[in-house]
Nanobody, 118 residues
Framework: QVQLVESGGGLVQPGGSLRLSCAASGSIFSMDGMGWYRQAAGKQRELVAVVTRGGSTNYADSVKGRFTISRDNAKSTVSLEMNSLKPEDTAVYYC????????????WGQGTQVTVSS
């Protein structure tokens, strides 16, 4: 069982930066995928960025070139560096871990609020 705890959210002005961190209670080395998702008020949860165990990354088109996901297996953390933030980036950001064995197991954090506003 892995527990995920996000931190680093807050209020930032448009054009600003934030760094989100996701700390896992156990090792994430065996996690096949780690990612960040977000859910804005009244909208469905959407993928922001993912990183595989091998280090491959994928981003939503809306954040490409602005956000960077990184994974530190030794520290059991996944981070999301967010630059050039826009009001439309406002959402609750969730960390997710996926483990694939004979079935797919998903773990979610509780979320951290990011608000981009002047």
């Amino acid at each position: 069982q892995v527990q995920l705890v996000e931190s680093g959210g807050g209020l930032v002005q448009p054009g600003g930066s934030l760094r989100l961190s996701c700390a896992a209670s156990g090792s994430i080395f065996s996690m096949d995928g780690m990612g960040w998702y977000r859910q804005a008020a009244g909208k469905q949860r959407e993928l922001v960025a993912v990183v595989t165990r091998g280090g491959s990354t994928n981003y939503a088109d809306s954040v490409k070139g602005r956000f960077t996901i990184s994974r530190d297996n030794a520290k059991s953390t996944v981070s999301l560096e967010m630059n050039s933030l826009k009001p439309e980036d406002t959402a609750v950001y969730y960390c997710k871990a996926v483990q694939v064995t004979n079935r797919v197991i998903e773990y979610w954090g509780q979320g951290t609020q990011v608000t981009v506003s002047s």
